[in-house]
């Protein structure tokens, strides 16, 4: 599992780590990894030309000692300050007795650009000074940025102004949340990490699920499992209007680990052409996904499902209008709600603009205001658990194509985790497997092409096939 922590939390286990070594020996270390991953990146040291863009800060300090590093092995190294009479000293006396100079522009030609403006302590977007220097980046030379793209909130991913977008990002002991997260997470390149012994907590504040975190979650059927101890999900989706929403979110759900599929609505004759091992009707159910196509003025069919406290529920698309927060807080069972970025801002009531640029403030807050867990989908998904855990660690979906970005394929998803509700996860564990085999079926499916919606479905055995190492 890939786990991120905040500024905080880093800032903490620094202090308590330069408490126990020599002075100047932390940012040694990061400049080190920092030079290492330069060097794998320039090939041939020797006579190629680096960059510094330099603040005030210990990212400057970084990028200073990297790039003396770089230079005694016969790089040309030019560090452009941003502020020429706030830059860290060591790290500049150290870069011009290894050869490297200073300067007041950036050069028009450069291999490899070391972005050291601001740390990860920096709110906001770059300033107009440092948007300058940023914007005079040479063509066509590698960018890479010290902890994180400056510009970049480190907590949250948000990009409040003008940032750099980088080639490659150089994150020091932990992974930031911004690193993770869009709109921040567009702008990181591939991220490597460099080991400089901090000692974290055990509860990161994101965390991102990977193959082995995966496969064991996966619901496996045994010896003794027949179709019922395997989990019934029922599904209410589908109108005269949509009826490709229902065999969709069937699709999705006949692929999730439940033992058998139960449908309920007007697109029953569309859902048995295309699967009819489909039970029609309404019967005992293990959990219920309800919304996706269901059109206008069914809203008694949602307050139905949800009626039955003791049955997951996932709420999707449709059933996600007018949703009352204390009918879903009332609940005991698990409830998962499934809202894209405009969804979410209509539940909080705040411009959809709001909610793609603050997207883990926005999945934190719905998750505490409903009690429920929140996959809140696009470019990110994140997923948060409900109640107490809504302050706990998100999961950010690594896995998906922009692909995906397709009509139907979130109804393919709904009903994905409402199986997975069924086979027994929570709602957090069901929404975040859900999140990560749609993402690996979606790339399965589209193989840098356009891919749709039932293709996604299709390519879900293949996906799971591949987390489970079978």
Not at 339 to 352: D, I, K, S, T, Y
């Amino acid at each position: 599992m890939r786990t991120a922590y905040s500024v905080e939390t880093v800032r903490a286990a620094e202090r308590e780590l330069m408490a126990r070594l020599p002075q100047g020996a932390l940012m040694a270390r990061a400049a080190a990894g920092l030079a290492a991953v330069c060097a794998g990146l320039l090939g041939r040291v020797y006579g190629s030309r680096v960059v510094l863009l330099v603040g005030p800060g210990d990212n400057g300090g970084d990028a200073l000692y990297a790039g003396a590093r770089l230079a005694r092995r016969g790089a040309g190294v030019t560090a452009v300050p941003l502020d020429p009479e706030r830059v860290h000293p060591g790290g500049l006396a150290t870069l011009r007795a290894a050869g490297g100079r200073l300067a007041d522009s950036v050069p028009a030609r450069a291999d490899l650009v070391l972005d050291g403006l601001v740390g990860i302590g920096g709110r906001g977007g770059l300033r107009p000074a440092a948007a300058a220097l940023a914007g005079r980046i040479p063509a066509g030379a590698v960018v890479v940025a010290v902890d994180l793209p400056s510009g970049v909130d480190a907590d949250t991913g948000e990009v409040a102004g003008p940032a750099v977008s980088a080639d490659v990002t150089v994150t020091f002991g932990a992974y930031k949340p911004g690193l993770l997260i869009d709109p921040g997470a567009s702008r990181v390149g591939a991220v490597r990490l460099v080991g400089i012994g901090l000692e974290l907590p055990s509860s990161p504040d994101a965390e991102a699920l990977q193959h082995a975190d995966v496969a064991a979650l996966l619901p496996a059927p045994t010896a003794s499992s027949d179709k019922y101890r395997r989990g019934v999900v029922g599904i209410v989706a589908g109108s005269e209007q949509y009826p490709g929403a229902a065999v969709l979110a069937v699709a999705g759900a006949l692929r999730g680990g439940a033992g058998a599929v139960r449908y309920v609505g007007p697109a029953a004759d569309a859902v048995l052409a295309h699967y009819p091992e489909v039970l029609v009707g309404r019967g005992r159910v293990q959990a219920w996904v309800v919304g996706p196509g269901l059109g206008a003025g069914r809203a008694a069919e949602v307050a139905g499902a949800l009626a039955d406290r003791d049955v997951p529920v996932l709420v999707d698309a449709d059933g996600l209008r007018g949703l009352d927060p204390e009918v879903v807080r009332g609940r005991r069972a698990a409830t998962l709600l499934t809202p894209h970025a405009g969804e979410a801002a209509a539940l909080l009531g705040v411009p959809r603009e709001a909610v793609e640029a603050g997207r883990l403030a926005a999945v934190r807050e719905l998750a505490g205001r409903y009690g429920a867990a929140v996959l809140l989908k696009g470019s990110t998904t994140l997923v948060s658990g409900g109640g107490a855990g809504s302050a706990g660690p998100v999961r950010v979906n690594p896995t998906g194509t922009p692909w995906l970005a397709t009509a139907g394929s979130g109804d393919v998803l709904s009903g994905l985790a409402g199986s997975l509700l069924a086979a027994g996860l929570g709602g957090a564990d069901a929404g975040a497997v859900a999140a990560y085999l749609h993402g690996l079926a979606g790339r399965r499916g589209a193989g840098g092409a356009p891919v749709l919606a039932h293709e996604v479905a299709g390519a879900l055995p293949g996906a799971w096939r591949d987390v489970a190492g079978v």
